[in-house]
């Protein structure tokens, strides 16, 4: 086996704890920063666990997220026309031109005829009448075009027994529509 010289490197001071010629003690804390390094990337990987899991089920709530109320829309107070039931009270120039026609919405032949008869019986302008082009409405619905025509619509919508009233021009061959649904009750033969 080869044999080498003693140099100054084989002399080593007393008092030195290291081993080799470039290991020194480590500088005391160093464990402490490695495990506060560990908790903080453990606590970022959970928040954007949580995130993720947030994302692609909506019913899952963040526990940290607070609920925000949702604000509850203050109801518009609509001011409507008072309904005109006497059909005398009015201009008769304004009853001579004034045009309804009564649409049956329903399956049933001829409630047409027997709303339309209901409402001149009431003494209303006698109303044209026909099949609706969908048989299939739930509800009746007075329809009226010009907005001066309100009440008239709501006093028609008391005869015929109608809880809907709607302003709208789908209708422009008369100034009020009575679409008849499946809720219109004709009146009790008498």
Known sequence: ???????????????????????APGPR???????????????????AGL????????????????????PTPTPTVIE???????????????LEQ??????NGTPTQGLSNTAGDQIAAAGWPNPSRAAASNTEEPTTVVYYSNPDDEGVARGIALVVGATEVQL????????????????????AAG
Request: hydrophobic share 50%.
């Open 1 to 23: 086996m080869a044999t080498f010289p003693r140099d100054r490197f084989d002399d080593i001071p007393g008092g030195v704890d290291r081993v080799g010629a470039h290991r």
């Open 29 to 47: 804390g160093r464990g402490w920063i490695r495990f506060a390094w560990a908790v903080v990337a453990t606590a970022v990987l959970t928040v």
């Open 51 to 70: 995130f993720v899991v947030a994302t692609f089920d909506p019913s899952f709530k963040l526990p940290f997220a607070e609920d925000t109320p949702t």
């Open 80 to 94: 409507t026309a008072d309904p005109i039931t006497d059909p005398a009270s009015l201009d008769p120039a304004y």
């Open 98 to 103: 004034l045009t309804l026609a009564v649409l």
């Open 168 to 187: 709208s021009d789908a209708f422009p061959v008369a100034a009020i529509t009575i679409v008849l649904g499946a809720d219109y009750v004709p009146p």
